[in-house]
């Protein structure tokens, strides 16, 4: 087994390169793979072209997702991915700029296990984000996925 991936589905490249270097600096060794929007990061997780070897594009052991991105959304990504849990018991940590107070709900509803709006400050957000991967890779996630059963 080799080092854990994170994978961030993120649009804005100038958040997405933020936290690339923010999860390797609070993870060293940690495989951070970006997918720019919500089409490429389903992509991603469901193994299909470009992404179906699983050898070079490995099953993020954490996914770090915005939720305001233009065609594929974030909910979009999370309905996908409830549909085939607990086949994918992958933790979705939501990192977003939104600011409507239903979003929190609706997007741990359909399954995000944390909710975090992105800090205006870029040092906020770097703290943000090693706090993110400090909690959830590796994690024991029996308590906060739905069981395979």
Do not use: C
């Given at each position: 087994?080799?080092?854990?991936?994170?994978?961030?589905?993120?649009?804005?490249?100038?958040?997405?390169?933020?936290?690339?270097?923010?999860?390797?600096?609070?993870?060293?060794?940690?495989?951070?793979?970006?997918?720019?929007?919500?089409?490429?990061?389903?992509?991603?997780?469901?193994?299909?072209?470009?992404?179906?070897?699983?050898?070079s594009h490995p099953v993020p052991?954490?996914?770090?997702?915005?939720?305001?991105?233009?065609?594929?959304?974030?909910f979009e990504v999370l309905q996908?991915?409830?549909?085939?849990?607990?086949?994918?018991?992958?933790?979705?940590?939501?990192?977003?700029?939104?600011?409507?107070?239903?979003?929190?709900?609706?997007?741990?509803?359909?399954?995000?296990?944390?909710?975090?709006?992105?800090?205006?400050?870029?040092?906020?957000?770097?703290?943000?984000?090693?706090?993110?991967?400090?909690?959830?890779?590796?994690?024991?996630?029996?308590?906060?996925?739905?069981?395979?059963?």
């Open positions: 087994m080799g080092d854990p991936t994170l994978l961030v589905v993120e649009d804005a490249r100038d958040h997405a390169l933020l936290v690339r270097v923010a999860a390797r600096r609070a993870m060293p060794g940690l495989d951070v793979r970006v997918a720019g929007d919500g089409r490429e990061g389903i992509a991603y997780l469901a193994g299909t072209p470009p992404f179906a070897d699983r050898r052991d954490l996914v770090i997702l915005d939720l305001l991105m233009p065609e594929v959304d974030g996908w991915m409830l549909e085939r849990r607990p086949a994918q018991r992958i933790p979705i940590v939501v990192l977003t700029s939104s600011e409507h107070a239903d979003h929190e709900n609706r997007a741990r509803g359909l399954g995000a296990v944390a909710f975090y709006r992105k800090p205006g400050n870029l040092d906020q957000l770097s703290e943000v984000v090693e706090g993110i991967v400090q909690e959830w890779v590796g994690r024991d996630l029996s308590s906060v996925l739905p069981s395979a059963g």
